[in-house]
């Protein structure tokens, strides 16, 4: 069994930053690639960014320029680096793993979700 949490989230002003983390837990034997999702009540999830265990990421539109992502495939953690931070980046933000388990089983992972609200 695979567990995956983020936190980190928060209230921010317009143009700060924040940082976001993802731990997955359990019975692992290698965390593949991670990503990033965010979702507005009543939205479609959007891709946000993800990385691959060798550290190349990829970005969406949006994101690129202001996030970074990184990993620590020891700890089997992910970031997400978020500045300047926009009105329109509020919503849900979700960690995505993929995971092998100690017993060979690879599975698709969500986190429940931390809130990130950005005032104007």
């Known amino acids: 069994q695979v567990q995956v949490v983020e936190s980190g989230g928060g209230l921010v002003q317009s143009g700060g930053s924040l940082t976001l983390s993802c731990v997955v837990s359990?019975?692992?034997?290698?965390?593949?690639?991670m990503a990033w999702y965010r979702q507005v009540p009543g939205k479609q999830r959007e891709w946000v960014a993800n990385i691959n265990t060798r550290g190349v990421s990829n970005y969406s539109d949006s994101a690129k320029g202001r996030f970074a992502v990184s990993r620590d495939n020891a700890k089997h953690t992910m970031s997400l680096q978020m500045n300047n931070l926009r009105p329109e980046d509020t919503a849900d933000y979700y960690c995505?793993?993929?995971?092998?388990?100690?017993?060979?089983?690879?599975?698709?992972?969500w986190g429940q979700g931390t809130r990130v609200t950005v005032s104007a």
């Open positions: 995505n793993a993929d995971v092998m388990s100690r017993v060979l089983l690879e599975g698709n992972y």
């Open positions: 359990g019975n692992i034997f290698t965390v593949y690639d």
